[in-house]
């Protein structure tokens, strides 16, 4: 199976705090997004392509020398449905991916490809939910727990065959947005199948996550 990359790393970061667009933020002095890179060739992609925000190309240039970019869009949607139609020309498979997970374990990405191998045309990796997860009203009043032991934390990179990817964003309405592919796929009616996913494939979000991520490489 040939599998390529999207590697979502067109957000501006604003939650950071940092004056860096989120995906050239150091991490023991590289850029996330070359962590992230390099996690998915490690996990056995064959090649990546990136959507950076078109602005700042030239610098995105200089951090991933010999890394295929694309314009990236105004939301996260927009940003990989411009990768997907760079890509359209690569692999049988498409693994998306987030710029913010840098340390995303190679097994997670191996654990994604193995069930694309193994026929499915959709899969996540998935952790449980630890917390009690309630709903809430608009005046933050709780309105009923979830159960939890039916709930998932959803990770990146996710996994596709890529012409049912290619399908469910070609169907899917101009100017929607969803946080993930699953989404996009699942509003067409794919089963999405879950894979174990890492707490080390967190999401930097915000300053005290990139503090952890900085220990975690440091040992
Ligand atoms: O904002 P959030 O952390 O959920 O973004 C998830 C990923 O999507 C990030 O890696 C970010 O760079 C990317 N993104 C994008 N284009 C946007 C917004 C977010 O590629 N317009």
Redesign the pocket.
């Known amino acids: 199976m040939h599998a390529v990359g999207i ?7 604003l ?1 950071l705090g940092a004056d860096l ?3 050239l933020v150091p991490l023991a002095g590289r850029p996330l997004v070359a962590w ?1 890179v390099d996690a998915l060739l490690a996990g056995g992609v064959a090649e990546v392509v990136v ?1 950076v ?1 078109a602005e700042q190309r030239a610098a995105f240039e200089t951090a991933l020398p010999g890394v295929r970019l694309v314009d ?5 949607t ?3 449905r411009a990768a997907l139609s760079a890509a359209h020309d690569l692999g049988d498979a498409v693994l998306v991916h ?4 840098p340390l995303t374990p190679p097994e997670v990405v191996a654990r994604v490809l193995a069930a694309l191998d193994g026929g499915a045309r959709a899969v996540v990796p998935v952790l449980p939910v630890v917390d009690t997860t309630v709903a809430v009203d608009a005046d933050g009043v709780i309105t009923g727990a979830l159960p939890r032991e039916q709930l998932r934390r959803v990770q990146t990179p996710q996994g596709f065959d890529r012409a049912t990817l290619v399908e469910a964003y070609g169907r899917l309405p101009a100017g929607a947005e969803l ?1 993930d592919d699953a989404a996009v796929v699942h509003s067409i009616g794919v089963p999405v199948r879950t894979v174990a996913g890492d707490e080390r494939a967190a ?3 915000v300053a005290h996550d990139l503090a952890l991520a900085e220990k975690q490489v440091r040992g």
């Open positions: 590697v979502a790393a067109a957000g501006s970061g939650r667009p989120k995906a992230s959507a925000p990236g869009g105004a939301t996260r927009a940003s990989v987030d710029a913010a997970r946080t999401k930097i979000t």
